[in-house]
């Protein structure tokens, strides 16, 4: 079998993404209900979704990349290593240690730079720029939230439907399952996933996505349960439509403001985990939580060295704020009323 | 009402055999007990000595009941758990007993504090946000929440450390002392810091628990009668919003547990999350799955009283 290369996937995960993006504001353009959500949402929100629009671009442009057109006296990266436009734009800026930002020498000892004052946020123990590395969090930390979003959501939305919607044996086996895995204290469950499959960035969102559809689950059971008993699901009954039909057009859609909801909710929560879990020496490598820790010991030097830890800090708290306020523009406008809030 | 309360103490039994269930797939069945003895002794060791650290830890079993009835890790797994008999660590041959016994005393001494100063704090100043519902007031404090829920918990233990324990030198960076005079300088660090990461979503939930009951009929009569606003907030609002309360504050214990696995980690208390900690860095599997089963044990008891209390807290509440 031929083995694919992880940047060709990437690439075609982003092109895939982009497309996906593509079609729902498609979708939300035409149907009238979700465009007037849309439009409040964008004159609620401007600032935050430009900032989420921001992060965003840069973890796509850090998912595309290529082989070659490296220049010859580049030295440190491999000849044939696929690079992403984030590290061309920063190729070639690695210096020798530390270096404060804006500095034109370096911090301990003081001999001269090679590029002084373009590196706006310093340089790390290893000279590497740490706007570079900044820039690089973004992808891991949307990569975090979004593909275990991508697990947690369907399981969440097959056993909630399924078993609201069909009651039974399957409801009482998922409201076991559910309350199983809700006694078992998140962080240690986590902790005993990601120990059990090994480290690493698909075992972190699997364990993640483990623990975070439960809450989700809920929600929708008891929403099916509701939908369940409405008028036109009786009506789509009687005229002997199939049940797998009537779950797809008239439950589904029904559900999707929760889903676009717990979404939005469920991100800044997995992204402030990943951060947890990198504390704990588990998580994802080169997220701002790996920074954030790696810099932990640095502000006991002296004179301190903070800006490491001041750039990962603040990339990673704009994130969560910015997604912070979206979401609750979001549940705001599309649900005013029902929903609680996720536990 | 008795027949009540052993439903849902069967059911809270079934929940634990689950969660033991699953504590044996991840630990046994996923993590093989050959991984397990390879994690914990290095790569580079011969296959005689996998096999004795195996039978000296109990492992050298088969896995599940079809395979040996009378001797299986599945059976023993549940009958060692369920017995409190939770053996010797895998990384440094202690007893797991004796280690969760030492560290109780510490990790209470935090989370017990940390809890009551996060209802004494949080209850009175929704009460307050909500009481200003709809003003500038209202939106600054929701605001304020929101940052400071953006917050991640590693950041305000890093700051907390360097400006309070570094600048300031108010209190020691990190450590612990059992005597009760010192006590309070160390835990004072780790409380402020568990307090500042939980007050904004606290206050937030409260706050929406609140107003949601302040639009019910009940309290637009009482206004009607002539009561103050204060009392209304007090007597009517924060009385009827006490089951939203009381399941939080439920919920919150094994939460409480989790926020101590960091604060005491990395404030140097030595109590079952440092415990945790440890066991994380040294692939110390049994006590791993020893203090998920206990989180879990403590979490499922919890949760049973609360159901029970409801019927105290509340008289609407009859159990059927």
Redo the contacts between chains.
């Keep these: 079998m031929m083995q694919i290369e992880p940047y060709i996937f990437s690439n075609v995960v982003t092109l895939l993404l982009i497309l996906g993006g593509a079609f729902v504001a498609r979708s939300v353009s035409r149907e009238r209900l979700w465009r007037e959500a849309a439009v409040t949402l964008w004159t609620r929100r401007r600032f935050a979704i430009v900032v989420v629009g921001l992060y965003m671009t840069i973890g796509l442009f850090d998912s595309v990349a290529w082989k070659g057109g490296i220049p010859e006296d580049a030295i440190d990266v491999l000849p044939n290593a696929p690079l992403t436009l984030v590290d061309r734009a920063f190729l070639g800026t690695k210096e020798a240690s530390y270096s404060s930002p804006f500095a034109s020498v370096e911090f301990y000892g003081g001999s001269a730079l090679k590029h002084p004052g373009s590196h706006p946020f310093g340089t790390d123990i290893l000279g590497r720029d740490v706007l570079y590395l900044s820039l690089k969090g973004a992808r891991v930390a949307l990569l975090i939230g979004g593909l275990t979003s991508l697990i947690a959501i369907p399981l969440a939305l097959i056993f909630g439907v399924g078993a609201g919607y069909f009651g039974g044996r399957f409801d009482d086996f998922v409201f076991?399952?559910i309350?199983?895995?809700a006694?078992?204290?998140?962080?240690?469950?986590l902790?005993?996933?990601i120990?059990?499959?090994g480290r690493g960035t698909l075992s972190v969102c699997i364990a993640l996505g483990v623990t975070s559809w439960v809450g989700f689950c809920r929600l929708t059971r008891a929403e099916t349960l509701k939908l369940r008993e409405l008028d036109y699901v009786y009506a789509a009954r009687a005229l002997g439509v199939p049940e797998f039909r009537i779950v797809l057009r008239h439950i589904l859609p029904n559900l999707a403001h929760l889903i676009v909801i717990t979404f939005v909710l469920m991100f800044?929560g997995l992204v402030?985990s990943e951060?947890?879990l990198a504390?704990?020496?588990?998580g994802v490598d080169g997220s701002w939580?790996q920074m954030?820790?790696g810099?932990?010991d640095e502000?006991?030097r002296d004179p301190i060295i903070w800006w490491n830890?001041l750039a990962s800090?603040a990339s990673?708290?704009v994130l969560?704020?910015a997604v912070?306020?979206v979401g609750?523009a979001i549940r705001d406008v599309l649900d005013p009323r029902t929903l609680?809030?996720p536990? | 009402m008795g027949a009540y309360v052993i439903r849902r103490l069967a059911y809270g039994v079934g929940v634990i055999v689950g969660v033991l269930f699953l504590l044996f797939l991840l630990f046994f069945t996923v993590t093989q007990p050959d991984d397990i003895a390879r994690r914990a002794l290095g790569e580079k060791v011969s296959v005689e000595v996998i096999e004795q650290w195996k039978v000296n830890h109990g492992y050298d079993r088969p896995l599940w009941p079809w395979q040996d009835w009378d001797d299986n890790l599945l059976f023993e797994h549940y009958r060692r758990m369920l017995t409190f008999d939770f053996g010797v660590s895998d990384a440094d041959d202690s007893p797991i007993i004796d280690r969760i016994r030492a560290g109780v005393g510490p990790s209470l001494s935090l989370t017990v504090p940390l809890l009551v100063l996060g209802i004494l704090g949080g209850i009175p100043l929704s009460l307050l946000v909500a009481f200003f519902r709809e003003t500038y007031i209202d939106r600054t404090g929701v605001f304020l929440c929101v940052l400071a829920m953006s917050v991640s918990i590693i950041l305000y233990i890093v700051g907390a450390q360097y400006l309070i324990g570094k600048v300031l030198r108010w209190y020691p960076i990190s450590g612990f002392d059992a005597d009760l005079l010192m006590l309070p300088r160390f835990l004072a660090l780790p409380i402020i810091v568990g307090l500042l990461s939980g007050i904004g979503g606290d206050v937030r939930f409260y706050r929406t628990v609140f107003l949601e009951e302040s639009t019910r009929d009940f309290i637009r009569t009482a206004r009607a009668k002539g009561a103050s606003e204060p009392r209304i907030m007090t007597h009517h609002v924060l009385r009827n919003a006490l089951i939203p309360i009381l399941t939080r504050v439920v919920l919150a214990i094994p939460f409480l547990f989790t926020g101590a696995l960091l604060l005491e980690a990395f404030f140097g208390i030595p109590g079952l999350g440092s415990m945790t900690f440890d066991a994380i860095q040294a692939n110390d599997f049994s006590t791993l799955r020893t203090m998920v089963f206990i989180g879990s044990l403590a979490f499922v008891l919890g949760q049973i009283a609360t159901d029970l209390s409801y019927g105290l807290v509340d008289p609407r509440v009859r159990f059927e």
Excluded: C, H, Q, Y
């Excluded at chain 1, 006694?183 to 469950?189: D, K, Q, R, T, V």
């Design positions: 076991f399952l309350s199983t895995l006694s078992m204290p998140g962080i240690l469950l902790i005993a996933l120990m059990a499959m800044s402030l951060a947890v504390w704990l020496g588990i939580g954030i820790d810099a932990r502000l006991s830890l800090g990673l708290f969560i704020l912070n306020a609750d609680k809030e536990s």
